[in-house]
């Protein structure tokens, strides 16, 4: 990237530059930026609009209590105090940590287990084969499958309870269950976004050498023994990736399945920040106390994400 | 568990190779218990893949005394096509054509607004040009959360809730990601195919449409279709501007079938269908293009 960078105006300078005094080059650099603003102009303006002003405004509303019919009041930090003091917000942010650690550490272990499976199945049509059904839940939206998997989840004609009752144990209330509920929206989101990962993982497992495997072949390494010491530390950098992915995945993209599933019940039993979020602003329309906990989300994943690229440094092997 | 035997073995290659072929054997019986195992994984995993599908088939065909049986039957008897028709009456046509005009809307303008920045980004030599990329791409670290209530009073100030522009253009405005992918792309072009251009006096309009996107079309397919793909499921934005009947978009009508307890299972289950059918053939005709642009996105990390 660099290199291109640099390589672009010595090329423009060998062309045309060595007799160019540099009253022209400047006239030239005011040209491209005026054919950069037309190429940049759309996506510019949609960014002012639809970015930058709702970044700026939306932490000014955090100060202000507003509902968008009335006039917005100051209030200083009272919505971010109110979130502090308020004795359901340890509840949601201990849910939004179950969700969310419930779903990445299966969602990074799981799909490599199986793209490995996937590499291995055998001829390259019948990989392609099982690879068809193991990606088929990407043609559902969060909402579809949620439907679906409540379905599943009923109490009495769900069939995953039907099962449960065959094996000869007591069947659970999966959705309307204090303890059960958080599981089932976990179980039905690591299926949901299994497809993306294994493709993630599929990709990365190409990246690392063959030889490496025959190598160890030749030293009569077991399989095992090749997962181990070969594939889980060379595919880091994906498993880290699917893991930020997923989180960012879960905790921005929760909302659909919730709404279906749950709507944060039973008794809060499933409801996460985010979710909250929505129904404090567009259920209660309270946007300034929403706004507060927003940015509150922002400055949490913030520091989780920067905390996640300094821990990589300790497990992540880059060829 | 399966290779402990394997590895014994393999030790015992190692110390003495004479015994070679007594492992090659071990090697044979063990690569044989390997591969039933492999596929009896993968026979359960793709049983816990299938199985909500075929049931969301199997209820869609049963009416509301067969869909509340114990025990539960895998075959409807009789067999209720009309509840596809039912479905569809009920989602309307209408709804349909909402989340078709959504998402190709937002697959061509987000398309071409992306492939036009990445050409700046990457053959436009303009000033600070890095310095502006950075702070762009840097805004694919905001959380959505931040910027939806604002941007939700934003299209209340401009009058636009309820209108197909409110619903789309607010997501048009999330090309970051795709604006990076074309700048790479865009970059690993041959340069002297732009100088050669250069020479010919094409200016970067003509540089641009005659031969860039033209080059790019297996990025521009894969892009396509993740981004239809994901605009086909959108719910929360929708959910959030829409007001009306006749503005609601498929995600919406489902979850509103699937909420109404009164509803028939059969009914709501042919719609979930009807919902992925259209994803489902486009996934049939171009897999290889969803496993791609999947793939592609795992570049950004």
Known sequence: MQMTTAKTPSTALRLFGLRRDKR???????KAALWALLFLGPNLVLFLIFTAWPVVYGLYLSFFKYNVLTPAKYVGLKNYRDFFDNPTTPVIIKNTLYYAAGAVIPSMVLPLLIAVLLNNAGRPTTTRFWRAIYFLPLVTSGVAAAAVWKWLYAKDFGLINSFIRQLGFQPVDWLFSLDWAMPAVIIMTIWLLMPF????????LQEIPRDYYEAAQLDGASTWNQFRNITVPLITPTTFFVGLNTMLGVLFGGFDTINVMT?????????????????NAFQYFKMGYASAQAYILFVFVFCFTILNWVLQRKWVHYA | MPSAPRMVDADAGETEPLERPKTKEGGLLGRLGMKGLILAALLVGAAINLVPFLWMLSTSLKDNTQAFAYPPTWIPDPILWHNYV???????GRVFFNTAFFAVSIVF?????ATMGGFAFARINFPYRNVIFLIYLGTMMIPPQVTLIPTYIVVVKLGWVNTYQGMILPIVAQGAFGTFLFRQFFMRLPEEMFEAARLDGANYWRQFWNFTLPLSRPVLVAYSIITFLTAWKMYLWPLIVVRSQEMKVVPIAIAELSGNASQDRGITMAAVALSILPILILYLAAQRWFVEGIAMSGQKG
């Open chain 1, 24 to 30: 022209v080059r400047q006239k030239k650099d005011w």
């Open chain 2, 86 to 92: 039912d479905a569809f009456n009920r989602v309307n």
């Open chain 1, 263 to 279: 709507q944060g019940g039973p008794l809060n039993a499933t409801n996460i920040l985010i979710y909250d979020i929505y129904q």
């Open chain 2, 109 to 113: 303008l987000q398309g071409l607004f």
């Open chain 1, 197 to 204: 990962n294994i493709i993630l993982y599929t990709a990365g």
